[in-house]
């Protein structure tokens, strides 16, 4: 598997996450369970409540008030605990898998695999891979983490391992229902606006802007928590999501010209260092 991002299957799962699964036990200290998980080949992951700091682990306080909403995010594999802590999800290929059965391949993103032997996924192609309409999961590689570990201690990679387990648990998750045509819009509305820098995040290692990266982590998380909060159910979500997208787009629109305006060019890479952000709201009547 190259830096190039490989759609997840249930097939590759099997294939991949056993050196990744090594890897996570030797850097958080504790195992994460898999288990397998319906009739079909499907399997789980079950993450130690111990990595949920600053609360990086996905909630069911959006959805947990639809029976419906209930129900459909349990078949796909997500689980919780008696506090609304998800702390089991499926497999990246499972999840795929059971997206295009359930809701369709016209909707919702996938999950890809990356190799790249960083501490943290590049920003440009982390862009591009999102503006693809793809969610990737990043391996680091039983090398890289053995050479880290021994430069610089397991926690230095403590936080790439619980990304995999947020972008699961929370994106993976809060994404899965939106239709495919309003990614596409997404998509366009960034290289009308940006072409030849969106065109440079395809690059192996590219730089890109915080701003972007702002806007698909947190603004466009937040308008789905403002979706789920409303719909009674699947179709609801869908149909609400499509009702309200020009808040989104407007929400996209503002990140964009503060990215025109070099905003999201911080030599560290850090969001820390980036200056303030513009404010975006967002109400689902």
């Known amino acids: 598997m190259s830096d190039a991002v490989t759609l997840a299957t ?26 397998e998980f319906g009739d079909d080949g499907h399997q789980q992951l079950v993450f130690p409540a111990s990595i949920d700091e600053n609360n990086m682990l996905g909630g069911t306080g959006h959805f947990g008030q639809s029976p419906a909403m209930v129900a459909h995010n349990r078949s796909l594999g997500f689980e919780w605990t008696e506090q609304g802590r ?16 359930r809701v369709g391949a016209d909707v919702g993103w996938r999950l ?19 503006l693809d309409g793809t969610i990737p999961i990043q391996l680091g590689g039983a090398e890289f983490v053995r050479e880290q570990i021994a430069r610089r201690g397991p926690g230095a990679l403590r936080f790439q391992f619980i990304s995999v387990a947020h972008d699961l648990t929370v994106h993976g998750l809060n994404y899965h229902l939106v239709d495919r045509d309003l990614i596409e819009q997404l998509r366009a509305r960034v290289f009308e606006s940006v072409p030849e820098r969106a065109e440079s995040w395809a690059s192996p290692g590219a730089s890109g802007p915080l701003t972007l990266g702002f806007f698909l982590d947190n603004d466009l998380n937040r308008y789905c928590y403002a979706v789920w ?57």
């Open 10 to 35: 249930p097939a590759l799962d099997r294939t991949v996450l056993p050196e990744w699964l090594e890897s996570f036990e030797r850097v958080i200290g504790q195992p994460v369970e898999v288990r």
């Open 86 to 101: 998800i702390l089991t999800a499926p497999t990246p290929g499972s999840l795929n898998e059971l997206l295009d059965a």
């Open 112 to 130: 890809g695999y990356v190799r790249e032997a960083r501490g943290a996924m590049s920003m440009g192609p982390f862009l591009r891979r999102y």
């Open 229 to 285: 909060c409303r719909a009674s159910g699947p179709a609801e979500f869908r149909r609400l999501f499509r009702a309200n997208f020009g808040q989104l787009l407007a929400g996209l629109d503002i990140r964009l010209r503060e990215t025109r305006d070099g905003k999201g060019d911080v030599p560290s890479g850090d969001t820390n260092d980036m200056a303030p952000l513009d404010t975006v709201e967002f109400r689902i009547p």
